[in-house]
């Protein structure tokens, strides 16, 4: 990591009996299943493309048959792993369903911070959330509740959008 710009990072912290505790920067402690460092902004850039079939900005940036195979549900009743039960939903290359099957997306955890990049199935409504801080048990459930503001703002953005476009249309 010695070619990175640290100051361009954020501080990460474990909370533990009551304290925050910063900790040092690290890499690669669960080496393959993470490592990557991203922006939301870029995440978002990235997410966009895949929620629009591979277009942004009005460029196609991937093919839209990459993002559907990217996003196809591997499991069905012949090929489900037993130690993954339907009522556990699908899941993808990257993708997984999540929150009774309701939402679909990718998160993950590491010492000092927490990811979720989720997504209505109708694709209409998506969310990121980066959480610099390491949280369990009691307090792991504050994530879990800011992340279901956020998703019920981002509600109410859309359903303002569509009553915008339903109003022009009426015109």
């Not at 037993?82 to 955890?109: C, I, Q, V, Y």
């Not at 997504?119 to 504050?142: A, H, M, P």
Request: charged share 25%; with cysteine.
């Amino acid at each position: 990591m010695s070619e990175i710009d640290m100051t361009r990072h954020s501080t990460l912290f474990v909370s533990q009996n009551g304290f925050t505790i910063p900790i040092p920067n690290y890499s690669g402690t669960t080496y393959p299943d993470g490592g990557i460092r991203t922006s939301v902004s870029d995440l978002s850039k990235f997410f966009a493309v895949l929620l629009n079939d591979g277009e942004i900005a009005g460029g196609q940036l991937l093919e839209r048959k990459t993002i559907q195979e990217m996003t196809r549900f591997q499991f069905s009743d012949g090929n489900r792993p037993e130690n993954f039960p339907a009522e556990d939903g699908n899941s993808g290359l990257f993708w997984r369903t999540k929150f009774n099957g309701t939402r679909m997306g990718h998160g993950g955890n590491d010492p000092g911070l927490q990811t979720e990049m989720l997504c209505n199935l109708s694709k209409d409504v998506g969310l990121i959330l980066f959480i610099n801080t390491s949280l369990s048990g009691e307090e792991g459930r504050i994530s879990g509740e800011i992340f279901d503001e956020f998703w019920k703002f981002a509600e109410s953005k859309r359903n303002v959008s569509r009553e915008a476009r339903q109003v022009g249309d009426a015109r």
